[in-house]
């Protein structure tokens, strides 16, 4: 075939050859033959951001993005944006139940100065999931990690509250068992109205407050715990404040104040309350009575919360001194490949080699030796990278793949090297047609290698579940794919959240075309201008998990310790919390 050829992958050839329907693709799709293709995220591109000065320093340790699943209305990228923008310290973000946006919350504080914090809102008491109610049940404990370790302790206390729920959407948290992992690795926080604290004193006890606040002490430790103040103009803001901080006096634990923060700017208010309609799968008018009755929760400088809580002196800089305790860069809690079996005496990069050199003689009777400095420097690279377990682990995967009569191709970059030639994981001879191998691996740019591999999809499960029984379920694990709101789901659900009618909302859905459609005005259709206006707010927020249909994860150490484990809504199966680009 040759290079000019249209972009058709062989899946459509064959589709089309045998006369089976074809089914629908997205224009703007990658194009690979791999059933479990899709759209992958680029390297984040940080915008010009001008840091403002602040007299005061602040930390917001408390802001849920668009990854607690409709409960906040910015991306973690938005956030750390405006956290730049505003000259705070450090930003959390503290998801509901797991770590969902921490990827891209820290890839983007990489170009800022922001420093990172990583936490979460638990949901206990839960029983049943909780789309599709207007004031979602259970009690929230906020958690933060101290550091790496913190990290790894709260994303096992969530692997095991998740998995522990039996079904997707219903974590069950113990909270012996949290106060026994935490290790006094954690800063616990009072949190919100639902906290336990909060809404001791919503139910008018000051006395089941102080029961609530001492609770916690004796669990977590007077160390790690701090009662958290927040103001979003409400009129009972000012007497629970004060009731807080008299307690926190009473019982000997410091004052943090917070934004309790659902989006990075007052403008996305609307689009906060249209998500918070969509996940009660009702109209906002209908929601009006647990709506927030001011726009308050967005990120504000460190000076603009000085004067919101000057009643209590030090409260905010208390959180930036804090988060100079828990920052850390989630880099440092990368895991490594698993160890991997290999002859007496070998380690797996000199096992490697052998591998590769072993059939250079079959491959190439002769060999020039230009070729055999290139195979060499390949596998010098590999060597300085420390990636040689990576490949003797798909050359594994597919020989098991091969030994079953499975069919399976190595694909993409990976075709550029002749060390994965060699290993027979691609069919494409790198030398043979003098493939540039730095496109695949080169020891000037810092990632990782992307070797993949498509197996035949009426046997992949096959394979999955023999990864699953070589390394265990502990230290193997599949990849979420993150459904992001595309234009059709987008128009319907936020006119279910303006209030129109079933009829209207199938009918304005209808007129968006499937993918790649961009939501305008003046269009070829009848949808009001409203309505477009909020779909555009919701366009590529996160909307629910998925499984990607291939991908999976292999650790050194329990998976579930560098990412949330959940189940999937396909019984038997659990992903973890990040798609691939992420992970």
Same mark, same amino acid.
């Given at each position: 075939?040759?290079?000019?050829?249209?972009?058709?992958?062989?899946?459509?050839?064959? !589709?089309?050859?045998?006369?089976?329907?074809?089914?629908?693709?997205? &224009?703007?799709?990658?194009?690979?033959?791999?059933?479990?293709?899709?759209?992958?995220?680029?390297?984040?591109?940080?915008?010009?951001?001008r !840091?403002?000065?602040?007299?005061?320093?602040? %930390?917001?340790l408390?802001a849920?993005?668009?990854?607690?699943?409709?409960?906040?209305a910015?991306?973690?990228?938005d956030?750390?944006?405006?956290?730049?923008r505003?000259?705070?310290?450090?930003?959390?973000?503290?998801?509901?139940d797991?770590?969902?946006?921490?990827?891209r %919350?820290a890839?983007?504080?990489?170009?800022?100065?922001?420093?990172?914090?990583?936490?979460a809102?638990?949901?206990? +008491?839960?029983?049943?999931?909780?789309?599709?109610?207007?004031?979602?049940?259970?009690?929230?404990?906020?958690?933060?990690?101290r550091?790496?370790?913190?990290?790894h302790r709260?994303?096992?206390?969530?692997?095991?509250?998740?998995?522990?729920g039996?079904?997707?959407?219903?974590?069950?948290?113990?909270?012996? =068992?949290?106060?026994?992992?935490s290790?006094?690795?954690?800063?616990?926080?009072?949190?919100c109205?639902?906290?336990?604290?909060g809404?001791?004193?919503?139910?008018?006890?000051?006395?089941?407050?102080?029961?609530?606040?001492?609770d916690? /002490?004796d669990?977590?430790?007077?160390?790690?715990?701090?009662?958290?103040?927040?103001?979003?103009? +409400?009129p009972?803001?000012?007497?629970?404040?004060?009731?807080?901080a008299?307690?926190?006096?009473?019982?000997?634990?410091?004052l943090?104040?917070?934004?309790?923060?659902?989006?990075?700017?007052?403008?996305?208010?609307?689009?906060?309350?249209?998500v918070?309609?969509i996940?009660?799968?009702?109209?906002?008018?209908?929601?009006?009575?647990?709506?927030?009755?001011?726009?308050?929760?967005?990120?504000?400088?460190g000076?603009?919360m000085?004067?919101?809580?000057?009643r209590?002196?030090?409260?905010?800089?208390?959180?930036a001194r804090?988060?100079?305790?828990?920052?850390?860069?989630?880099?440092?809690?990368?895991?490594?490949?698993?160890?991997?079996? /290999?002859?007496p005496?070998?380690?797996p990069?000199?096992?490697?080699?052998?591998l590769?050199?072993?059939?250079?003689?079959?491959?190439?009777?002769s060999l020039?030796?230009?070729?055999?400095?290139?195979?060499?420097?390949?596998?010098?690279?590999?060597?300085q990278?420390?990636?040689?377990?990576y490949?003797?682990i798909?050359? +594994?995967? /597919?020989?098991?793949?091969?030994? !079953?009569?499975?069919?399976?191709?190595?694909?993409g970059?990976?075709?550029?090297?002749?060390?994965?030639?060699?290993?027979?994981?691609?069919?494409?001879d790198?030398i043979?047609? !003098?493939l540039?191998?730095?496109?695949?691996?080169?020891?000037?740019?810092d990632?990782?290698?992307?070797? =993949?591999?498509?197996?035949?999809?009426?046997?992949r499960?096959?394979?999955?579940q023999?990864v699953?029984?070589?390394?265990?379920?502990?230290?193997a694990?599949?990849? &979420?794919?993150?459904?992001?709101?595309?234009?059709?789901?987008?128009?319907?659900?936020?006119?279910?959240?303006?209030?129109?009618?079933?009829?209207?909302?199938?009918?304005?859905?209808?007129?968006?075309?499937?993918?790649?459609?961009?939501?305008?005005?003046?269009?070829?259709?009848?949808?009001?201008?409203?309505?477009?206006?909020?779909?555009?707010?919701?366009?590529?927020?996160?909307?629910?998990?998925?499984?990607h249909?291939?991908?999976?994860v292999?650790?050194?150490?329990?998976?579930?310790?560098?990412?949330?484990?959940?189940?999937?809504?396909?019984?038997?199966?659990?992903?973890?919390q990040?798609d691939? +680009?992420?992970?």
């Amino acid at each position: 075939m040759g290079f000019k050829n249209p972009p058709v992958s062989w899946n459509e050839i064959e !589709r089309t050859l045998s006369g089976r329907r074809p089914t629908a693709r997205p &224009a703007a799709a990658d194009g690979g033959d791999s059933p479990a293709w899709g759209r992958k995220r680029g390297a984040y591109e940080p915008p010009e951001i001008r !840091r403002q000065k602040s007299s005061t320093r602040y %930390a917001e340790l408390h802001a849920h993005s668009t990854f607690s699943f409709l409960d906040g209305a910015s991306s973690p990228e938005d956030l750390v944006e405006e956290a730049e923008r505003l000259g705070l310290e450090a930003l959390a973000i503290t998801d509901h139940d797991g770590f969902y946006g921490a990827v891209r %919350a820290a890839e983007a504080a990489e170009h800022t100065s922001v420093k990172t914090v990583f936490g979460a809102e638990l949901s206990l +008491d839960l029983t049943t999931p909780q789309k599709g109610h207007a004031d979602p049940e259970g009690q929230h404990l906020l958690v933060l990690a101290r550091g790496e370790d913190g990290y790894h302790r709260l994303s096992q206390a969530i692997t095991r509250a998740q998995l522990r729920g039996k079904e997707k959407g219903r974590p069950l948290y113990d909270l012996d =068992d949290l106060a026994e992992t935490s290790g006094g690795q954690w800063a616990i926080l009072t949190g919100c109205r639902k906290g336990a604290v909060g809404r001791a004193l919503t139910g008018g006890s000051l006395s089941a407050a102080e029961r609530a606040l001492r609770d916690l /002490v004796d669990r977590f430790g007077r160390d790690s715990v701090h009662v958290e103040l927040t103001h979003h103009g +409400d009129p009972s803001d000012d007497p629970r404040n004060d009731a807080l901080a008299l307690l926190a006096e009473r019982i000997g634990v410091p004052l943090v104040a917070t934004g309790n923060v659902h989006y990075a700017r007052p403008e996305r208010l609307p689009i906060a309350q249209a998500v918070s309609a969509i996940r009660a799968t009702r109209s906002m008018d209908d929601l009006d009575g647990w709506l927030p009755a001011t726009g308050a929760a967005h990120l504000r400088s460190g000076d603009e919360m000085a004067r919101l809580f000057e009643r209590f002196p030090g409260a905010v800089e208390a959180s930036a001194r804090l988060a100079g305790e828990l920052a850390f860069p989630l880099r440092a809690a990368r895991p490594a490949l698993p160890k991997i079996s /290999v002859p007496p005496g070998q380690t797996p990069m000199s096992y490697l080699r052998d591998l590769v050199w072993s059939t250079v003689p079959r491959q190439y009777p002769s060999l020039r030796d230009d070729d055999r400095e290139r195979i060499a420097h390949e596998l010098d690279v590999i060597e300085q990278k420390d990636f040689p377990g990576y490949f003797l682990i798909v050359r +594994d995967i /597919v020989n098991e793949a091969r030994r !079953r009569g499975i069919l399976c191709q190595g694909r993409g970059s990976a075709a550029n090297s002749a060390v994965c030639y060699l290993l027979g994981i691609t069919a494409v001879d790198a030398i043979y047609y !003098r493939l540039p191998f730095e496109r695949f691996l080169s020891a000037m740019r810092d990632e990782e290698p992307d070797i =993949d591999v498509d197996f035949d999809s009426d046997r992949r499960e096959e394979i999955i579940q023999w990864v699953y029984e070589q390394h265990g379920r502990d230290r193997a694990a599949q990849v &979420a794919n993150v459904i992001q709101y595309r234009p059709k789901n987008a128009v319907r659900d936020v006119a279910r959240a303006l209030g129109f009618s079933p009829g209207q909302q199938d009918a304005w859905s209808r007129q968006i075309e499937r993918w790649g459609a961009t939501i305008e005005s003046g269009g070829d259709h009848d949808i009001p201008d409203q309505v477009l206006e909020y779909a555009m707010g919701v366009m590529g927020a996160p909307r629910h998990l998925g499984i990607h249909s291939g991908g999976m994860v292999l650790t050194d150490r329990p998976v579930g310790e560098v990412v949330p484990i959940e189940h999937a809504r396909m019984p038997g199966r659990t992903v973890i919390q990040w798609d691939k +680009d992420d992970a």
